[in-house]
C-alpha cells in the first residue's frame, strides 16, 4: 500500500501561482504514474494531470497552458505548478497513484 500526502493548497487571489507536493511513501516498487484530481463542490472528481513513469504528461483542457506536472523519482514526489488561478480552479485536489489517493489539500482562489 502507498502512502499519497498532499501539502501545498491554500488561498489566493485570481491570477496567482501555487505549487502543490505530493509525497510517496510506503511499498513502491517501481516507478508508478501519478496524477492529480480535484473535486469542486457539487461537482465529480475529474483529472487535472497525471505523469508516467516515462515523464510523459497529460492534462484536462481547461489547465493546459497554466497548469505543470513534474515528479521526482528520487524523493517519490509530484508536483503541480498552477499559475494564472482562477476562480474556477477552486476544488479539493487529490494526489493519485495506482490503488491509492491522498486525502487531499483544498484551493480556493477568490475572484
Known amino acids: 500500500q502507498v502512502k499519497l500526502v498532499e501539502s501545498g493548497g491554500g488561498l489566493v487571489q485570481a491570477g496567482a501561482s501555487l505549487t502543490l507536493s505530493c509525497a510517496a511513501s510506503g511499498s513502491i516498487f517501481r516507478i508508478p504514474p501519478m496524477g492529480w484530481y480535484r473535486q469542486a463542490p457539487g461537482k465529480q472528481r475529474e483529472l487535472v494531470a497525471i505523469?508516467?513513469?516515462?515523464?510523459?504528461?497529460n492534462y484536462a483542457d481547461s489547465v493546459k497552458g497554466r497548469f505543470t506536472i513534474s515528479r521526482d523519482n528520487a524523493e517519490n514526489t509530484v508536483y503541480l505548478q498552477m499559475n494564472s488561478l482562477k476562480p474556477e480552479d477552486t476544488a479539493v485536489y487529490y494526489c493519485?497513484?495506482?490503488?491509492?489517493w491522498g486525502r487531499g489539500t483544498q484551493v480556493t482562489v477568490s475572484s
Open positions: 505523469i508516467t513513469s516515462g515523464d510523459s504528461t
Open positions: 493519485w497513484t495506482i490503488g491509492s
